[in-house]
């Protein structure tokens, strides 16, 4: 269906009844969604910056929303909470797939559907998912049996009625094999659409609800970001947001493995109209070993702390504090030990470890063999952080890993002295070693003790580090933030608009020229457009690498009005080192816009010259 639109304030634009309704409409303001996999109640930190993100936005006087596409049982329930404990504002909605055809019908096709046929396989007794705020059903399962990878879920509107079957099917060909099949169901119970996957189901209601407005899209989540590469939409721009390290732990940031979660987003970066990095040194990491082959921005987390300074005497100078999820990659069992080795030397130690995860129950067994549980208090999910914040003498974090740490920032808004491990890529970039907190070689417990044994007993030093982090965190805050989302989205749909442009240039290849000494010339030729780009130049890589580093970049040696030359090297394989076929495309520049186009032949071209094994010249 068409989403209708309702003019708002500002008549420069038109917005989707489903976004938020700013009071005071930013001039010129383009409504901005942001858009996850799913919210639940309990979330990290990357939820939490979606959630901040899209209040921050509206607050600000722009329409947005929270996008996203899982089912969800409790979503009523979960919506609610987080609009209780402030997480989410009461007037920012949260549009989910589910909770979307439940209340809408989708649009009648043009034509009638010839709709596969779900009924084929005998079905067992289904499972059914209730929702929880009204006990209305959700969803029914049905198997074959448990071992057969055939099945089929159905989703129900709180009417009772069928808007959605996921199906697992049997090939019509090879029943050894299995195949997709998703349908959108309208009135009646009749289909009315139907997808082979369910990644064109999301990309398919992703265009319904943007409709025809003009759309900025933020996307925290990687698992979204998988099948939303390929989404296209006239008039959005569409932004990645890394909230973690794009590689391994402890992996070389330009050779080492990428992260699995992030390598296809990686591969598919050029379908992104910008990446963004909460990190100057993950930044450049990035663009070291992948070019700039794209926009990418360095945004950080938002944080908002009190406007006056917390004096530093009414803090417990005892008192640590750990906020952040229970799991592996954080290390609190690290935590916990330095806290021990505390402990041995400065009496009325106490931590206080803010969050939930995985890992507890293990964590709680280690205070329990340390004989710490005195000391040690694990408080799970507070309502208020901040107030924690304020009380404590020291944030400890001793992650294998950060993108930027959200509670780094928050500490030193609230006058709390970081103390973390230096890991790639976040506690570096917002922490000046022994002036706004101190960074601790990875592992180093004896190190971090000390560090904090110091602050307990050194009551100037710790006041003086309190006070330069809480003056640094202004960086940081909402509206500096926000400033600079909107500098990179304005940017991102300038370079769009001009990338679109350099796109229909279209170079082709019209000569190539053997020269001696074994190297080639290559003659470029393109149609005169009114638009003038500035360079371009000829890249050559091996096929299905995404890595800058075996990329050859080759500037003209030549180059007049519609027509370029470039010279092509003897050891061009030697230099890649590559056993692949080596593949050659155009990039053209103009301003900090550019778009890379295979180079192709002239269109009508279909002789192909090439060599046989005897070096012999023929064509095809």
Not at 83 to 94: E, T
Not at 509 to 519: K, P, S, Y
Not at 541 to 551: D, H, L, V
Request: aromatic residues 8%.
């Amino acid at each position: 269906m068409k989403v209708a639109v309702m003019s708002l304030e500002n008549p420069s634009i038109s917005v989707s009844p489903l976004f938020s309704g700013p009071a005071n409409l930013l001039p010129k303001a383009l409504p901005t969604l942001m858009v996850t996999w799913t919210v639940d109640e309990i979330f990290g930190g990357m939820t939490a910056m979606c959630l901040r993100r899209a209040n921050i936005f509206h607050e600000k006087g722009v329409p947005t929303a929270v996008v996203s596409f899982a089912p969800n049982q409790d979503f009523v329930a979960t919506r609610n909470s987080l609009v209780a404990s402030g997480k989410l504002r009461a007037d920012v909605p949260i549009i989910n797939l589910h909770e979307y055809y439940d209340q809408n019908l989708p649009e009648n096709p043009s034509v009638t559907l010839n709709a596969t046929k779900l009924d084929g396989p005998k079905w067992g007794l289904p499972e059914e998912t209730y929702r929880s705020d009204d006990q209305t059903l959700l969803s029914r399962d049905y198997l074959v049996d448990e071992k057969s990878p055939v099945r089929r879920r159905e989703y129900y509107r709180r009417d009772g009625s069928i808007y959605l079957v996921d199906c697992t099917l049997p090939q019509i060909k090879d029943a050894t094999k299995t195949r997709r099949v998703l349908q959108l169901f309208g009135s009646e119970n009749l289909p009315v659409a139907e997808f082979t996957t369910a990644a064109k189901l999301y990309r398919h209601w992703l265009s319904v609800i943007v409709g025809t407005v003009d759309t900025n899209l933020i996307v925290d989540s990687k698992y979204s970001a998988r099948f939303l590469s390929s989404w296209k939409h006239p008039g959005s721009v569409k932004l990645f947001a890394f909230h973690s390290t794009h590689i391994e732990a402890g992996e070389n940031t330009l050779t080492g493995r990428l992260s699995t979660s992030h390598a296809p987003v990686i591969d598919q970066r050029h379908d992104w109209d910008g990446l963004v990095f909460l990190t100057k040194s993950q930044r450049d990491a990035f663009t070291q070993r992948f070019g700039d082959d794209a926009d990418i921005f360095v945004i950080s987390n938002p944080t908002e702390g009190p406007t006056s300074y917390p004096p530093y005497e009414k803090r417990n100078s005892k008192k640590i504090v750990y906020v952040g999820r229970l799991a592996e990659g954080k290390r609190v069992k690290d935590v916990i030990d330095i806290v021990d080795l505390v402990s041995k030397s400065t009496e009325g130690v106490a931590l206080d470890i803010i969050g939930d995860g995985p890992q507890r129950e293990n964590l709680e067994k280690h205070v329990q063999s340390l004989g710490l549980e005195a000391a040690v208090k694990f408080l799970g999910h507070v309502s208020s952080v901040s107030e924690h914040l304020q009380q404590a003498n020291v944030l400890l974090l001793c992650s294998s890993y950060e993108g930027q740490s959200l509670a780094i920032l928050e500490a030193q808004a609230h006058g709390c002295v970081a103390v973390a491990y230096d890991v790639d890529f976040g506690p570096r970039d917002v922490i000046e070693h022994g002036v706004s907190g101190y960074l601790v070689p990875y592992l180093d417990k004896d190190a971090a003790s000390e560090i904090i044994t110091q602050l307990m007993q050194d009551e100037d030093l710790a006041s003086s580090i309190s006070y330069e982090g809480f003056t640094r965190a202004v960086n940081f805050n909402n509206e500096s933030t926000f400033n600079r989302w909107q500098q990179a989205l304005a940017k991102a749909r300038e370079s769009q608009l001009l990338s679109e442009m350099l796109t229909a240039i279209k170079p082709v290849l019209e000569g190539m020229r053997f020269l001696t000494g074994g190297a080639i010339e290559l003659t470029v030729g393109w149609e005169e457009q009114q638009l003038d780009f500035d360079s371009l130049e000829l890249l050559i890589e091996p096929r299905g690498t995404s890595s800058f580093e075996s990329r050859v970049v080759i500037d003209p040696s030549a180059m007049s009005n519609g027509s370029a030359s470039f010279s092509i090297p003897s050891d061009i394989r030697t230099t890649i080192a590559a056993k692949e076929p080596l593949d050659l495309s155009v990039r053209l520049r103009s301003g900090d816009a550019q778009a890379v186009l295979r180079l192709g032949a002239p269109k009508g071209q279909t002789l192909q010259p090439y060599l046989t094994a005897y070096g012999n010249l023929s064509l095809k």
